[in-house]
């Protein structure tokens, strides 16, 4: 099989496309004819050094959509997708063209997405899902989500689908005119200081639930949440350190949840995949559309581009 991997972390240029002996199952385990497989920026920081439990050599990529052709024979010919812990990092991942996981770390695909569709969602999704969850958003929830990502407009979604009520603040104006065409209503992120004002004028009440999706906006988030609110963290700056007004935040007694997908198994990233799947069956969430598909053979190219900054999502297609 032709697959991507990297004999050490540290460089990009670490990584190359090779052949390899096609995976065989084990005991409890399926092998994964992989369709597609999602680029995250998670994926580059990974082959960079970022995660110091990575173990080399290794095939990276966490999310993947494709058919199961070896296992138990009760799942042959099934259609699933998937994510969680370990592909990529701990066990060889889904940038090759065969991939092998538990039997019980795979969802089935919902019919209502493409395996690119599927394959860009694993991330995105499962972050916004647990943010929600543990943020306790429901029907009535007044919601702010600081971003213009894949995870800020998969918790977007997902959050409208629960009834919650959503504004969107993003950095560019274009950005902003974008959610407006797809009904959503969003603000152009404006100084720090300002940010409690012009959430309250478009919202009509401080949120209960911030998600802030940069890292950046953590100290603004406190300022401008309700009382007995919660913020949800997934990332942060480069130093990994942020000063936050906590008298503020014990004033308010509000609550700062910080979300990691990382922490999650395949099994249990699969239970999370099928409760998302059904919002994507019912239509309650629309199938992604901004995302652009790259062949294998462009795939470091793809690669290096996300590491010099672009943030466009990317589905990996085998040749």
Known sequence: MRALIFSATGSLGN??????????????????????????????????????????????????AGVIDAGPAHMIGLEVWGSGKGPGFTRDGSHAEYLVVPANGVSRKPAAL?????????VPYLTALESLERCQVKAG??????????????AAGL?????????????????????????????????????????????????EVILDTTGFWLPAAVETLAPF??????????????????????????????????????????AMLDRIGAFFE???????????????????DAYHQIDAGSSKKRALIPD
Request: no cysteine; glycine share 10%.
């Open 114 to 122: 493409s395996f690119a569709q599927a394959a860009v969602s694993g």
């Open 15 to 64: 990584l190359t496309l090779t052949e390899r002996p096609d995976p065989e199952p084990g005991e409890g385990e399926v092998r994964v004819a992989v369709r597609a497989a999602g680029l995250n920026p998670s994926d580059v920081k990974n082959v960079l050094g970022r995660f110091p439990y990575t173990t080399t050599p290794r095939i990276p990529g966490r999310d993947f």
């Open 229 to 270: 609110g919660r913020i949800a963290v997934i990332a942060a700056p480069t130093s990994g350190r942020v000063d936050t007004p906590i008298i503020n935040l014990y004033r308010r007694g509000g609550s700062i949840v910080g979300i990691n997908s990382m922490l999650h198994e395949l099994p249990a990233s699969a």
């Open 159 to 207: 959050a409208r689908a629960l009834g919650a009520r959503v504004i969107l603040a993003a950095r560019r104006a274009d950005q902003v005119e974008h959610f407006g065409d797809q009904g959503l209503r969003a603000l152009t992120l404006p100084q720090a200081n300002n940010l409690a004002d012009e959430v309250r004028a478009l919202l009509g009440e401080a949120p």
């Open 282 to 300: 019912s239509g309650e969430v629309p199938a992604p559309l901004e995302f652009q598909e790259i062949r294998f053979s462009d795939a470091i």
């Open 141 to 154: 929830t007044a919601m702010l989500i600081i971003g213009a990502g894949a995870v800020a407009r998969a």
